[in-house]
């Protein structure tokens, strides 16, 4: 494993459990000074208001074109430094149920409309958050939620996969506008920036613990949040009539512990 391998995964790795080093963290102090929000989530740069105009101006400092969450000099350094490191993580992955149907029903253009809504929607919850995002692709969005959060960033994922359910309307009378399903799962990932030598680099999460997160989304019924035992565990939900189901998941031998919570659910958690 060479040098350059080693710091570029101490550098995820202290990114994501908040133990950068002083002359990073001296950065992001100054970062945070600068109004206003929304920021990135790596060095805190800020996207709106004046210091945003001024970052723009004098560093060149914009969201990146990829990831919303990031800012393109971060974007930069991962291009620059591919790698990442393995950590713990909570995941949450929501796509929109049915969305073949969905698409033949609404036609290519109305689809577009909604799938573009989804994603303003989704993001910005993930942001108000302070969720990073992973991708936003075809029907679906995937949020992660990291120990540099804070001791609740498990709880985090499972309240952001409460909101975008009330942001997609499932609250509503009429119903939603966009039926949702979602997953949490909580554990070991790899976390970085993955590439080709072509130069084309993403930011991703990788690993078994991003895999059964999907797949926890790819069962949840519309309107439903289905929550790994472990994720539940972590997070210090109360558990009193959400009973342990559990699930047979493509690719995994075991059964899988899960919490189901639909919308009725919203309120029984704490």
Same mark, same amino acid.
């Given at each position: 494993?060479?040098?350059?391998?080693?710091?570029?995964?101490?550098?995820?790795?202290?990114?994501?459990?908040?133990?950068?080093?002083?002359?990073?963290?001296?950065?992001?102090?100054?970062?945070?000074?600068?109004?206003?929000?929304?920021?990135?989530?790596?060095?805190?740069?800020?996207?709106?208001?004046?210091?945003?105009?001024?970052?723009?101006?004098?560093?060149?400092?914009?969201?990146?074109?990829?990831?919303?969450?990031?800012?393109?000099?971060?974007?930069?350094?991962?291009?620059?430094?591919?790698?990442?490191?393995?950590?713990?993580?909570?995941?949450?992955?929501?796509?929109?149920?049915?969305?073949?149907?969905?698409?033949?029903?609404?036609?290519?253009?109305?689809?577009?409309?909604?799938?573009?809504?989804?994603?303003?929607?989704?993001?910005?919850?993930?942001?108000?958050?302070?969720?990073?995002?992973?991708?936003?692709?075809?029907?679906?969005?995937?949020? +992660?939620?990291?120990?540099?959060?804070?001791?609740?960033?498990?709880?985090?994922?499972?309240?952001?996969?409460?909101?975008?359910?009330?942001?997609?309307?499932?609250?509503?009378?009429?119903?939603?506008?966009?039926?949702?399903?979602?997953?949490?799962?909580?554990?070991?990932?790899?976390?970085?920036?993955?590439?080709?030598?072509?130069?084309? +680099?993403?930011?991703?999460?990788?690993?078994?613990?991003?895999?059964?997160?999907?797949?926890?989304?790819?069962?949840?019924?519309?309107?439903?949040?289905?929550?790994?035992?472990?994720?539940?565990?972590?997070?210090?939900?109360?558990?009193?009539?959400?009973? +342990?189901?559990?699930?047979?998941?493509?690719?995994?031998?075991?059964?899988?512990?899960?919490?189901?919570?639909? +919308?009725?659910?919203?309120?029984?958690?704490?």
């Amino acid at each position: 494993m060479s040098y350059k391998h080693l710091e570029t995964e101490r550098f995820w790795h202290d990114w994501m459990m908040d133990a950068v080093p002083r002359a990073e963290a001296r950065k992001r102090w100054i970062n945070r000074l600068i109004p206003n929000n929304p920021r990135c989530k790596l060095c805190f740069a800020p996207f709106g208001g004046l210091g945003g105009k001024l970052l723009r101006v004098v560093l060149d400092s914009r969201p990146s074109s990829l990831n919303p969450t990031l800012c393109n000099r971060c974007e930069n350094f991962g291009r620059e430094h591919p790698g990442g490191a393995e950590v713990d993580l909570a995941l949450l992955f929501a796509d929109i149920r049915g969305s073949t149907r969905l698409a033949e029903r609404l036609g290519t253009t109305e689809f577009s409309r909604l799938i573009n809504r989804f994603y303003q929607a989704a993001t910005d919850v993930l942001i108000a958050k302070d969720a990073l995002i992973e991708k936003l692709i075809g029907d679906e969005v995937t949020g +992660v939620f990291y120990p540099g959060m804070g001791p609740d960033y498990v709880r985090r994922a499972v309240d952001t996969a409460h909101e975008l359910l009330e942001a997609t309307g499932h609250t509503d009378s009429n119903g939603p506008w966009a039926p949702l399903g979602v997953g949490v799962h909580a554990g070991k990932a790899f976390i970085g920036m993955v590439g080709s030598l072509a130069g084309k +680099v993403e930011f991703t999460v990788l690993g078994d613990t991003a895999n059964t997160a999907a797949r926890l989304a790819s069962t949840a019924k519309q309107g439903e949040i289905v929550i790994s035992e472990a994720a539940w565990e972590i997070a210090g939900l109360q558990l009193d009539g959400i009973p +342990v189901e559990r699930l047979e998941l493509k690719g995994r031998q075991e059964l899988i512990g899960v919490r189901v919570l639909r +919308v009725g659910d919203l309120a029984v958690v704490p």
